[in-house]
């Protein structure tokens, strides 16, 4: 499996422009471009991801590669360098859930979630309270409420619509 940067395919924007990036390819079986914090809402998951994953899986079957996106459920990088606080929404799941949706229509067979426990950086999806500290210098996004395995249980769940074992939906699935 090859890390890759978002535009890979296209040899621009945050990738070196140097054909041998698609040789180097080559020698992989799955490539896995980076896409956290590339789009912020579920309309632009819809509008450019989806688009640009379904010509990028395209790319990578001519190829015989496999496609692993990378999706992640919202982002705030205000304790690491006091960037914007939840820069990137959850909107309760529904930012995670677009990206799900948008990784099924674009023909992608599997996806990587980023990341289990970063809660430094807001992307955690593993059991989390509610009721988190206040006072310091740190502020931590919460799970607006939702049940702490909500995304592990969303996980789940995109998992058996990526395999055909639920509908494509928009809607966030309950339980």
């Not at 956290?36 to 379904?54: D, F, I, L």
């Not at 990578?60 to 496609?67: I, M, N, S, W, Y």
């Not at 990137?88 to 067979?109: D, E, H, N, T």
């Amino acid at each position: 499996m090859v890390g890759v940067p978002t535009w890979f395919r296209e040899l621009n924007r945050d990738t070196v422009s140097d054909p041998a990036l698609h040789e180097i390819l080559q020698l992989a079986d799955v490539v896995s471009p980076w896409s956290v914090g590339r789009y912020s809402s579920p309309k632009e998951v819809t509008e450019r991801e989806q688009p640009t994953w379904a010509r990028d899986v395209a790319w990578c079957a001519e190829r015989k590669l496999d496609f692993l996106p990378v999706m992640f459920p919202g982002f705030s990088w205000f304790n690491m360098n006091g960037g914007k606080f939840d820069q990137i929404p959850r909107l309760k799941g529904q930012f995670l859930w677009s990206q799900f949706v948008a990784a099924k229509r674009a023909g992608a067979g599997m996806i990587y979630v980023a990341m289990f426990d970063e809660v430094d950086e807001g992307t955690a999806i593993f059991k989390c309270v509610n009721d988190v500290p206040v006072g310091g210098p740190n502020r931590f996004v919460t799970y607006e409420g939702l049940p702490s395995d909500f995304y592990l249980r969303l996980c789940g769940q995109g998992a058996w619509m990526l395999r055909g074992e639920l509908p494509v939906t928009e809607v966030v699935p309950k339980k």
